[in-house]
């Protein structure tokens, strides 16, 4: 059974980090676009950043040079290292893997889901 687990999630206040890690199991996703969603209360889940099987990396405009995606095949995971958190980052984050090599930014996209960790920003 394929599944993704993502764990570091938690309260902090503006301005402070986290990282977030999705582990992925029942399958190798080295050759997978992997990706970051959030869903805020009352919000429709949004796109947050990708990184594709060679490395490359995308970003929303909104978290574009405070966050940052990665990935270490080795471990079967992939990290969101969020810093310079602000209050309206307050939402549940999903990680996603894509049967394919280069997803973009369509959740529709994405295949495999994990069931989300909840990251609240105190201002």
């Known amino acids: 059974q394929v599944q993704l687990v993502e764990s570091g999630g938690g309260l902090v206040q503006a301005g402070g980090s986290l990282r977030l890690s999705c582990a992925g199991s029942?399958?190798?996703?080295?050759?997978?676009?992997m990706g970051w969603f959030r869903q805020a209360p009352g919000k429709e889940r949004e796109f947050v950043a990708r990184?594709?099987?060679?490395?490359?990396?995308y970003y929303a405009t909104s978290v574009k040079g405070r966050f940052t995606i990665s990935r270490d095949n080795a471990k079967n995971t992939v990290y969101l290292q969020m810093n310079s958190l602000k209050p309206e980052d307050t939402a549940v984050y999903y990680c996603?893997?894509?049967?394919?090599?280069?997803?973009?930014?369509?959740?529709?996209?994405?295949?495999?889901w994990g069931q989300g960790t909840q990251v609240t920003v105190s201002s």
């Open positions: 996603a893997a894509a049967l394919a090599a280069n997803s973009g930014t369509y959740s529709g996209a994405y295949d495999y």
């Open positions: 990184i594709w099987r060679g490395g490359d990396t």
């Open positions: 029942g399958r190798t996703f080295s050759s997978n676009a």
